[in-house]
């Protein structure tokens, strides 16, 4: 009858423990549901507006705050490009993500050295492939230069070549 008697009996907690044990329940549900919410809150603020770092071949590498839904066309109306950036290479309508890196390519280009009957001698920068033609589109020639023999050149230009234009033959300036 002993070993009866103490199978029956359940233990019980006193008021004051029961009162803390609902309290520590009520603070831990108010905590999730406070976390929870504020959760959701910063949720909607990431997709109202999106954070963009771009890089690469623009004049400076800056963070853009742009709308939610903005694509790669977006942030070329914000930055300044230099000489060098293909974009060509960009997929303009391509959506842009919360905290994306956006790298702004390099197009192939080739840079000569232009000196000698010209107004201003110094590094002329074309696309990779161009040709003596579109080298005398970007130069702007002295009186003295013999444009016909720059004319006849019709080869593809390097990288790190140097253009000599010749001037012409002192006879022929005289006439």
Known sequence: ??????????????????????GMCVGL???TLSTVHMKSKSALRDTSELHVFVTGEVEACTQMTLPHGANVADILAHIHLTAHAAVEKLA???SLKNNQIVVI???NAVSVYVQGAVQKEGVVTLPQGATFKELKEKLVFSPEANVGAFQ??????KDGEVINIPCRKVCDMLR
Request: proline share 5%; no cysteine.
């Open 1 to 22: 009858m002993i070993g009866n008697k103490h199978l029956r009996q359940t233990p019980a907690l006193f008021l004051h423990e029961w009162l803390a044990v609902t």
């Open 29 to 31: 549900l108010l905590l």
């Open 92 to 94: 303009l309508h391509t």
């Open 105 to 107: 390519p390099k197009q």
């Open 152 to 157: 006849r050149k019709r080869r593809k230009l």
